[in-house]
């Protein structure tokens, strides 16, 4: 094992914490922004209630995100500074533009939101959450943007060895951003979207359980004669199981459509990372897809991809020859069990989450109480979405390899030269162990403040203005301070 080896281990490991908290801000703020929405159009207090217990969830993920995300930027000067010098001309901006545009909207708004609760107009506080929540997606369209540029380089050209833009409009507006930001927004608000459903369904149960003294609600009997549970759920609860199945539901569909734009372009600018994810060898027209090792559907792969069910699927052998002749001899191949596997975990696990959502839509459409068994499920779904979110970026950025910046840069020739096999491995260790502390610390805060529950509010009208809380600062009770 060389120096490469660990750099790319600690770019995945640091990368991969960091990504369990960047698809939660992502969704969760637009999803706290919507439950205020409706507490300002409709006045009703589980709505406030929601928002602030939702809010605190979201702000301890976010600063965690910010926390872990700090490392990121600086590993490329650390361990990557081969690929620093060539790209920085082109990668800087997008990145530039993230921290100065959509980072300071982020942050700046999300502050005067946390803080204003007593001290802005109603409609002021509202318009900072929306900001904070559009800050948080145009910094992911700009960081992905970046990364879009990585798998298929537009906009460019290669000046003394270094690449220099030439049309950041053709950076922004990659074909493969284009396709890749709807795509890994609508992940994020599914991985969003079944955190909540996870969280309504363990409040359903512990309430349940805590007006019984049991989750089983015994049944009575209606003036009809028909069965029905007593006690209801509150509504609370439903409304934000009702809302977050509906988000994810939506953000399936939009993943789904977005990644068949993903796959067709694959076919097109990133053959090799095509044929690995499947597994071909060799050219062949109208390719089957198999789901699993040895059940093969004829030409569904040709059908996906090219939209053609006789195309032409280029193979891994095939492929590596044609590299060759073009730059070179080398091992042009990716790890193809890793991103064989991974296609696969990302689609049976994602699919698996929208068909819960789904599920949960048709079952909780008419009745008061939500299924013991449904809830159950809801709690247990939760790692479901995160797991297919990272084989994903598993599958991304692992089926591009050897190239960082696709038939430009190699990975090996991207590492650092002057940086020692046992420096990597010693910051390796730091940071695995300090990432270690943080989950614990990041679990058990969002644990213990699931577990305590929303807190009671009493909005407070300013005398002389009676039920006029769109004219009024929105006054809470001194206990709802962060």
Same mark, same amino acid.
């Given at each position: 094992m060389d120096a490469l080896d660990l750099a790319r281990w600690q770019f995945g490991v640091t990368t991969v914490y960091h990504f369990l908290f960047v698809p939660l801000t992502i969704g969760l703020g637009v999803f706290v922004a919507g439950l205020q929405t409706a507490w300002h159009r409709t006045g009703k207090e589980h709505y406030l209630r929601l928002t602030r217990f939702f809010g605190k969830l979201f702000l301890i993920n976010f600063a965690m995100g910010v926390v872990t995300g700090l490392v990121q930027e600086f590993q490329f000067g650390m361990n990557w500074s081969e690929y620093s010098t060539f790209v920085g001309d082109v990668f800087g901006a997008p990145l530039a533009m993230e921290a100065l545009l959509a980072f300071f909207l982020e942050s700046t708004f999300l502050g005067l939101w946390i803080f204003g609760w007593d001290r802005l107009p109603k409609r002021i506080h509202l318009a900072c959450i929306w900001a904070a929540a559009i800050g948080s997606n145009l910094s992911a369209y700009f960081i992905l943007a970046a990364n879009a540029w990585m798998k298929h380089p537009v906009g460019y050209e290669v000046v003394d060895g270094r690449a220099r833009m030439t049309d950041l409009w053709a950076v922004l507006t990659n074909s493969t951003a284009l396709a890749q930001v709807p795509h890994v927004v609508a992940a994020a608000f599914i991985v969003a979207g079944a955190f909540v459903i996870a969280v309504s369904g363990y409040r359903?149960?512990?309430?349940?359980?805590?007006?019984?003294?049991?989750?089983?609600?015994?049944?009575?009997?209606?003036?009809?004669?028909?069965?029905?549970?007593?006690?209801?759920?509150?509504?609370?609860?439903?409304?934000?199981?009702?809302?977050?199945?509906?988000?994810?539901?939506?953000?399936?569909?939009?993943?789904?459509?977005?990644?068949?734009?993903?796959?067709?372009?694959?076919?097109?600018?990133?053959?090799?990372?095509?044929?690995?994810?499947?597994?071909?060898?060799?050219?062949?027209?109208?390719?089957?897809?198999?789901?699993?090792?040895?059940?093969?559907?004829?030409?569904?792969l040709s059908l996906l991809?090219?939209?053609?069910?006789?195309?032409?699927?280029?193979?891994?052998?095939?492929?590596?020859?044609?590299?060759?002749?073009?730059?070179?001899?080398?091992?042009?191949?990716?790890?193809?069990?890793?991103?064989?596997?991974?296609?696969? #975990?990302? =689609?049976?696990?994602?699919?698996? &989450? /929208?068909?819960?959502? *789904? $599920?949960? %839509?048709?079952?909780? +459409?008419?009745?008061?109480?939500?299924?013991?068994?449904?809830?159950?499920?809801?709690?247990?779904?939760?790692?479901?979405?995160?797991?297919?979110?990272?084989?994903?970026?598993?599958?991304?950025?692992?089926?591009?390899?050897?190239?960082?910046?696709?038939?430009?840069?190699?990975?090996?020739?991207?590492?650092?030269?002057?940086?020692?096999?046992?420096? #990597?491995? =010693?910051?390796?260790?730091?940071? &695995? /162990?300090?990432?270690? *502390? $943080?989950? %614990?610390?990041?679990? +058990?805060?969002?644990?213990?403040?699931?577990?305590?529950?929303?807190?009671?509010?009493?909005?407070?009208?300013?005398?002389?203005?009676?039920?006029?809380?769109?004219?009024?600062?929105?006054?809470?009770?001194?206990?709802?301070?962060?």
């Open positions: 359903i149960l512990r309430e349940r359980r805590d007006a019984t003294g049991d989750t089983t609600v015994p049944f009575t009997r209606t003036p009809r004669g028909r069965a029905a549970r007593v006690p209801a759920e509150p509504a609370m609860w439903r409304t934000s199981l009702r809302a977050a199945l509906v988000m994810t539901a939506i953000a399936g569909v939009v993943a789904a459509g977005s990644g068949d734009t993903s796959a067709r372009l694959l076919h097109e600018q990133q053959p090799m990372k095509l044929a690995a994810a499947e597994g071909l060898r060799h050219d062949v027209e109208g390719a089957p897809f198999s789901p699993v090792p040895g059940i093969e559907v004829p030409k569904l991809s090219a939209h053609d069910p006789y195309a032409e699927i280029q193979g891994l052998d095939d492929i590596q020859k044609r590299y060759e002749q073009s730059f070179g001899p080398g091992d042009y191949q990716p790890n193809l069990p890793v991103v064989y596997w991974s296609f696969r #975990v990302m =689609i049976v696990f994602g699919l698996s &989450t /929208v068909g819960l959502s *789904v $599920l949960g %839509l048709w079952l909780t +459409r008419r009745r008061r109480t939500t299924p013991e068994w449904f809830a159950r499920a809801c709690v247990l779904a939760l790692p479901l979405p995160t797991l297919a979110m990272i084989s994903g970026w598993l599958l991304s950025e692992i089926g591009r390899q050897p190239w960082t910046v696709q038939g430009e840069l190699l990975t090996a020739a991207s590492v650092s030269p002057g940086v020692s096999l046992s420096e #990597v491995a =010693i910051s390796l260790s730091v940071f &695995t /162990v300090l990432y270690g *502390v $943080l989950a %614990l610390a990041e679990a +058990r805060l969002l644990v213990r403040h699931i577990k305590a529950g929303p807190e009671p509010v009493t909005p407070i009208v300013e005398p002389g203005r009676p039920g006029d809380l769109d004219a009024e600062p929105a006054r809470l009770a001194p206990t709802l301070m962060y």
